[in-house]
């Protein structure tokens, strides 16, 4: 035994004696609540075996893995309680241990009772790098583990021997996706592919997807937009023996997140939807693209390319089978260049083009929806994307935004204006807030019936996107006769008096001729006396919100709701701006601790 060896055993032999090893807590943060899931435990030896794969592999090497295991276990669930950490423990587990005979059967159970943690609060991350032989065992020992109520995590996704098939097997609630993919993800067509089917595959076995090992704020806006919202890496937290529980605000800012903001607000771009796929030269010969597609039967086209790289054209599988069937096609077009037979005005798109404008484009020039467009990045070629997916991709978007849209006017909800509001919080954009409110409404509804009042609540809603449309703006509907629009420009005054005007000339049209001639009509209170009801009107509240201040966007509609307020206290339509930026009395949670923000 060499003098290294020994000396490892040595160390190994103390560690296990001793008990020394040093536990390391690292976040996982679910970013679309700006919260903490849980924290992953990381071991520390001591001396030459500090770092944990130096540690492990000695420990495999001299058959004490499971006894390593175990004092780990212990170690992260004791001082996991005694930080008392919120969220769940993720403990990694190798499969070798947990197959090997020595290993104590309930021993997990045990170590949660005796520290009064629930069993629910722990997550087993089965790593997927080592091979197992047995997997049957594996599967067995596993569905004990979820008997007893722990969850189950499939750990370093694609890294190993047999992802796919461990996750169908062991139907895992989480997966936590290896660091390779994740590593400059937003540069790579065939990783952001990969993340994809990860996801879709995550959707239809109701499994959390969780990305570690980010360290660049792009990889981590890339991840958002796709739509995994559980991520660990250096980026947010390193490991630490006293963990960070939340990030500060300004922290969240400074990652500059984009926030999944209602598709009528915010179009995707057609980039995100690109598959990567070789193209072929200009000077490529019919028989050897006929090659191509019969080494690969999903292929449907192949865009071709000129020296520098610019896509020119687009060759159909369809076309070219077509041709070479024909009597004598072969012969005729085997050896003459792709240039010949391709689509010479395929459509091409810049990779930042809006997946509306460009839907658009497809249904005015009325393509095939079997073929694909020509995706572009500085006007070289990029990949294609099937004009099935982008359809998919805008049913699926009108989907989402019919969910959460007000049933009576379709504007954006509750849901859709919060996520407009926030968006412009994180990136510290500038904007205006105007909450829009119609006044002697229920005694419009009373004396007109309900079928008149919801045309009044169609007739603002059309009005205001009306004269919005030429504006950077975002109107949603909060219900019944309130709404809110959010402006961008600095034209929100102007914006807001022809909302009024516009409405109040409209809105006539709903009244006999007599009480627009009388500018109302009289009817009973609720204390049952007759009163003089004007016509309707609108109560407007403006606010520009101090983004320094403002840290949510329950703050900033607290903002607006009090400037509605004070506009209703006039008897006429009035716009009343605010000139309070900050919110009076509010509690910003920032590191767990209280923080008041005054005007």
Not at 381 to 393: E, N, Q, S, T
Not at 405 to 420: K, R, S, W
Request: aromatic share 8%; hydrophobic share 40%; proline share 3%.
């Amino acid at each position: 035994m060499s003098k290294v060896a020994e000396l490892e055993k040595k160390v190994l032999h103390n560690i296990l004696e001793h008990g020394t090893v040093t536990i390391l807590f690292q976040p996982i943060y679910d970013i679309s609540k700006q919260e903490v899931l849980g924290f992953e435990a990381l071991s520390r030896g001591v001396e030459c075996l500090e770092m944990p794969e130096q540690l492990f592999q000695a420990a495999g090497a001299y058959n004490k893995l499971s006894e390593l295991e175990l004092l780990c276990r212990e170690r992260a669930i004791e001082r996991f309680v005694l930080l008392q950490l919120p969220g769940k423990l993720f403990l990694n587990v190798s499969p070798s241990a947990l197959l090997d005979p020595s290993h104590p059967r309930g021993e997990t159970r045990h170590l949660v009772e005796k520290y009064g943690l629930t069993a629910n609060r722990v997550v087993i991350e089965v790593t997927e790098q080592d091979k197992v032989d047995d997997g049957f065992l594996l599967l067995k020992t596993i569905e004990h583990y979820r008997q007893l109520g722990f969850n189950i995590a499939i750990d370093d996704l694609g890294a190993g021997y047999s992802g796919l098939r461990q996750w169908s097997e062991l139907c895992p609630e989480y997966v936590k996706v290896d660091r390779y993919f994740i590593d400059y993800c937003d540069q790579s067509i065939v990783k952001r592919e990969f993340l994809k089917s990860i996801i879709e595959l995550a959707k239809a076995t109701g499994t959390s997807v969780i990305a570690e090992g980010i360290e660049r704020v792009e990889e981590l806006c890339l991840l958002e937009k796709l739509g995994i919202v559980n991520a660990q890496g250096y980026l947010l937290a390193y490991p630490q023996s006293e963990p960070i529980i939340d990030l500060e605000a300004s922290q969240w800012l400074a990652l500059n997140l984009q926030s999944q903001v209602s598709t009528i607000e915010n179009s995707i771009s057609i980039g995100w939807l690109a598959m990567a796929q070789n193209a072929i030269h200009q000077c490529t010969q019919c028989k050897d693209a006929h090659k191509n597609f019969e080494a690969d039967k999903q292929l449907m086209s192949l865009a071709v390319v000129n020296d520098d790289r610019q896509p020119i054209g687009l060759l159909h599988r369809d076309q070219l089978t077509e041709v070479f069937a024909a009597p004598y096609g072969h012969a005729l077009y085997a050896k003459k260049s792709v240039l010949e037979l391709m689509d010479k005005q395929p459509l091409i798109v810049d990779e930042n083009a809006q997946l509306d404008v460009v839907s658009q484009q497809i249904t005015e020039q009325e393509f095939d929806i079997r073929r694909h467009i020509i995706i572009t990045r500085n006007a070289k070629y990029l990949g294609l994307a099937p004009l099935r997916d982008i359809l998919k991709h805008i049913t699926e978007e009108k989907i989402r935004h019919a969910q959460h849209a007000n049933p009576l006017t379709m504007l954006p909800g509750n849901v859709a204006i919060n996520e407009a509001i926030e968006a412009r919080l994180r990136k510290q954009s500038e904007f205006s807030l105007a909450y829009v409110d119609l006044n002697h409404f229920k005694q419009f509804n009373d004396l007109y019936g309900y079928a008149s009042g919801d045309s009044v609540i169609k007739l603002l809603a059309e009005v205001t996107v009306k004269v919005c449309e030429q504006s950077p703006c975002f109107v949603g509907h909060i219900g019944g006769d309130d709404f809110m629009v959010v402006f961008d420009g600095d034209d929100a005054q102007q914006l807001c008096h022809r909302i009024i005007s516009d409405f109040e000339q409209q809105s006539k049209a709903f009244f006999t001729p007599e009480h627009v001639k009388s500018g109302g009509y009289w009817a009973t209170n609720r204390e049952g006396q007759k009163q003089f009801v004007p016509l309707l009107t609108l109560s407007i509240g403006l606010v520009r919100p101090d983004l320094t201040c403002c840290k949510n966007s329950h703050q900033v509609a607290a903002l607006a709701t009090d400037a509605k307020k004070e506009a209703k206290r006039y008897r006429n339509s009035y716009l009343f701006i605010c000139n309070r930026r900050r919110p009076s009395v509010s509690v910003v949670r920032l590191n767990e601790k209280q923080t008041e923000c005054s005007a």
